[in-house]
Structures are given as C-alpha cells and as structure tokens.
C-alpha cells in the first residue's frame, strides 16, 4: 500500500474540543504520523488544520474513527491525498 500524506481540517464540537480524540486516535492506529499546523480551541467550538501521513488504508481508517467520535474532518484546499 502506497503512503500518503493528507490534509484535512478538524472541527471539534459538542464538547468534543475537550476530549483527547487525536491521542486515542494515535493509540489505536499508531502507524499514521500525525502534525498539527494550526489550532483554534474556544468553548464551544476547536478546529485544527492537521497532516497525516502514512500507509493510505491507515490514514483513511485514522480519520474515519475520528468521525465516528464525532470529529468533522475535511480536506484541506490543495491537501487531498497524495502519493509519496
């Protein structure tokens, strides 16, 4: 399987923001390397913009348990996957 490196905004909401859902994340898919760029964490609302990198079916899992904690994940503008 190919590594990519993606992308992707994280929008954290409902109390989200103050849970540690990149940490659980990173325990359970501990092959995707993850980096956050940038960060914005309020009371009601966090949103990061995050790059991950990896095997793609890794990756891809890593985010979809992310949105499976409630977590909205969207590609960044020019940040899709990429092969590499």
Do not use: H
């Not at 849970?19 to 995707?32: I, N, S, Y």
């Amino acid at each position: 399987m190919p590594k990519i490196t993606n992308k992707s905004w994280l929008t954290f909401e409902g109390g989200r923001q103050n849970e540690p859902c990149l940490w659980k994340m990173a325990t359970r898919f501990p092959g995707v390397m993850f980096d956050i760029r940038q960060a914005s964490v309020q009371k009601d609302i966090g949103i990061m913009a995050v790059l991950f990198e990896g095997e793609e079916d890794e990756v891809k899992a890593a985010q979809e348990y992310l949105k499976e904690q409630g977590v909205r994940v969207d590609p960044v503008e020019g940040g899709s996957n990429v092969a590499g």
